[in-house]
């Protein structure tokens, strides 16, 4: 019989952090005691403090530079007051008060680049026709974050929910429209495929793709119909999560909601935010997160009309680990 999982340790690819800013150079170490993880991905949100952006930082374009989910920005030029550096068990900051701001809290959401984990980031240059771009999962991926790096441009999502030829975008609450020239075919386990739109494939232009598929036991991209009831769907996951972002797909004015186990990180009493919004966080009592999943408790169009929602998570640890042994509720 196979293994349930092969990642018993999912802190060894993916951290929730909350650090304190202090407006100077600024150490964060993972705070958990398991497996230390230099990340490839570091997405900061200042929690309390409205109209501060998110700030996305990767391994690839290099620290110092950031792309912001909730806009279509351009990527930052390289600034030492940003994120200076990748570390083997967390990462510095220095002293911008957007991602470091004296006595304020911010949350972290770290990844680390693996196949084993199904994530993977990759560059390429447009060449404004049709185009075949190579990644390295080594599966299909289910989830697809694409941005251009040199002008504004929205962030293009193609998830499985949505389909080839169609796509949302990370920066906007839209509902799923045509973009038959921009994801024009579905991605194979090799390969996305790319249609002539310059949002994800101008000539001369260039792009980082950000591509996740589904790990047993680690992480899980799907979807669900609500019921705008109390008694709400229930999900599957196959673990407790760690963090988990919905998005309705098939109406407008629909956020994205990312919840996750630090804030305050127990049922029923969470805090979410958007991550097409620069808004502080909000209280979200209409959650329970589970051993294996996660059910809605709540009626209304953030997470649970009677309509399709897209929903992406990662493991806090897995329902049965490798040896067989069950985790427990929270």
Excluded: C
Aim: glycine share 8%; no cysteine.
């Amino acid at each position: 019989m196979a293994a349930y999982t092969t990642i018993d340790d999912p802190s060894a690819y993916f951290k929730v952090q909350l650090y304190t800013g202090n407006g100077s150079t600024n150490v964060i170490t993972f705070d958990d005691t398991d497996t230390n993880m230099q990340p490839d991905v570091v997405w900061l949100k200042n929690r309390n403090s409205s109209g501060h952006d998110h700030f996305l930082f990767n391994s690839v374009n290099g620290a110092e530079r950031f792309l912001s989910p909730n806009d279509n920005g351009a990527l930052a030029s390289a600034d030492s007051s940003y994120l200076t550096s990748f570390n083997s068990d967390g990462f510095t900051l220095g002293s911008s008060d957007g991602m470091n701001e004296n006595t304020i809290t911010f949350v972290s959401w770290n990844w680390k680049e693996s196949a084993t984990a199904g994530f993977d980031i990759v560059t390429y240059t447009g060449n404004g026709g049709t185009q075949n771009v190579s990644h390295s999962l080594s599966a299909v991926p289910e989830l697809i974050f694409t941005k251009r790096l040199e002008s504004a441009q929205d962030w293009f999502v193609f998830t499985t929910a949505t389909g080839a030829q169609k796509a949302v975008f990370l920066n906007s609450n839209s509902a799923e429209s045509s973009q038959a020239n921009a994801y024009d075919a579905a991605p194979t386990s090799s390969i996305i495929n790319y249609g002539n739109d310059n949002g994800v494939n101008g000539s001369s232009e260039t792009y980082t793709a950000f591509l996740w598929r589904s790990v047993q036991g680690f992480s899980k991209m799907g979807t669900y119909i609500g019921n705008n009831n109390a008694d709400g769907a229930y999900v599957h996951l196959g673990f407790r999560p760690a963090w988990l972002m919905i998005k309705r797909t098939d109406a407008s004015s629909s956020d994205w909601v990312i919840m996750d186990n630090k804030r305050l990180g127990y049922n029923p009493d969470f805090r979410i935010n958007y991550a097409n919004l620069a808004n502080n966080e909000e209280a979200y009592p209409e959650i329970d997160w589970l051993a294996n999943g996660f059910k809605l408790r709540g009626a209304g169009a953030l997470t649970n009309d009677p309509n399709t929602y897209f929903y992406m998570a990662f493991a806090e640890s897995p329902f049965v680990n490798s040896k067989g042994v069950p985790n427990n509720a929270r």
